[in-house]
């Protein structure tokens, strides 16, 4: 690859992810195509450009949303910049979560024609419970930064539309408060602690709650480099001391859990007993020690590999959770629906399979499916909804992606998600 390709695309990948143009249905696989594509091809994306290039007024109310990109503006401009860039943030240059949305390109429907779709139905078994749409609401830390009402407010968006929602170890609620304003017992998310019995103490306050499913992330073991979240930081004018220690607002500063200042995270609340400090970094052993230790299933989030899915399985896990953190936990530039087939064929129908990172319209949701998720998890978008309506917003993002999967289904004549395959999907030109 010469020189002036690699700066090129790397420009365009900057342009990429632009929420505007993202808005606009613009990808680094479109941007290219003004540069080298056919003539159709560079006539769409400067019509698309065009496009872009309006003016767009925001939003005033979650009924006037097209999609969910029209709840990020909104969140962009409601948000301090320290708060935004913290939500925003990749790793490095922001790679990552261009490549999760430019993966979904490289995969077109097949869609079959004239199937009786007038009853379509969205629901789905996972570990012996029915629900209502594979759409889960996956972690994401420190909600209160967004709304006052946080996770709360969230969990009563994901009673309201029926969803199953997944509490942050970094989240600013308790388990006990979420599981109750949802209405039932939700899925915790576990990052571990250098301290043993600080970890057990946490897996087994959620199991005591009745939690049926822990995730263990393994995607920030080795940390993240978060520029974007750095960059905003610093044009955050704002004293805070009532939320950070020293009045910065620099949450997730190193990528880990961070013990400096832990006032807003319940779960992080230091517990009584004799400390048993961990020696190295988490493996293997790890997971069969948390497996010994708790009833309840254990995930792996952060798998992305084939390999890895297999060990998993082997070592009795109960779930295989494809992630690459949004973009936040590596530069890898892979796209977790590209990583998905492989993971899939790994685990070969053993065990249920998440799958998040970038997901944001109803055909990137039924296309996880295809490829072999159980589940579709979203982070951002619901986020976007909180931070610009609160509780309306979080309901308004849950509908448009449910509208819009159902819609997708019926132009592909799937009338369940089961019935949703490998060959409703091709690589794209086939």
Known sequence: MSPDHHSRRRFLSYLAGSPLLAAAGLDLTSLENLFRGSLREQMAGLDALQQAAQDTTLIASPRDALNVFDFERVARKKLPPAHWGYLATGTDDDATIRANRDGFTRYSMRVRRLVDVSRVDSSIDVLGAKWET???????????????????????????????????????????????????????????????????????????????????????????????????????????????????PRPGITGRVDDRDNRRKPMLAEVPGTPIVETGTPTWEFVRRMKDATRMKVFLKGIVTREDAEVAIEQGVDGIWVSNHGGRGENSERATILCLPEVAAGVAGRVPIVVDSGFRRGTDIFKGLALGATVVGIGRPYIWGLASFGQEGVEAVLAILRRELLMVMRQAGTTSVKGITREYVVARGT
């Not at 830390?141 to 009402?149: L, T, V, W, Y």
């Not at 942050?168 to 602690?193: I, K, M």
């Not at 995730?215 to 960059?231: H, K, W, Y």
Request: with cysteine; aromatic share 6%; net charge positive.
């Open 134 to 248: 594979p759409i889960l609401l996956c972690p994401v830390g420190s909600q209160k930064a967004f709304h006052p009402e946080g996770e709360i407010a969230v969990a009563r968006a994901a009673k309201a539309r029926g969803h199953m929602q997944t509490l942050s170890t970094v989240g600013t609620t308790s388990y006990e408060d979420l599981s109750a304003a949802r209405g039932t017992p939700v899925w915790f998310q576990l990052y571990h602690r250098t301290d043993w019995t600080q970890t057990l103490a946490m897996i087994k306050r959620v199991e005591r709650a009745g939690c049926p499913v822990i995730a263990f992330t393994i995607d920030q073991i080795g940390g993240s480099n978060r520029e974007t979240m750095l960059r905003e930081a610093k044009r955050d004018e704002r004293q805070c001391e009532r939320c950070h220690a020293g009045g910065q």
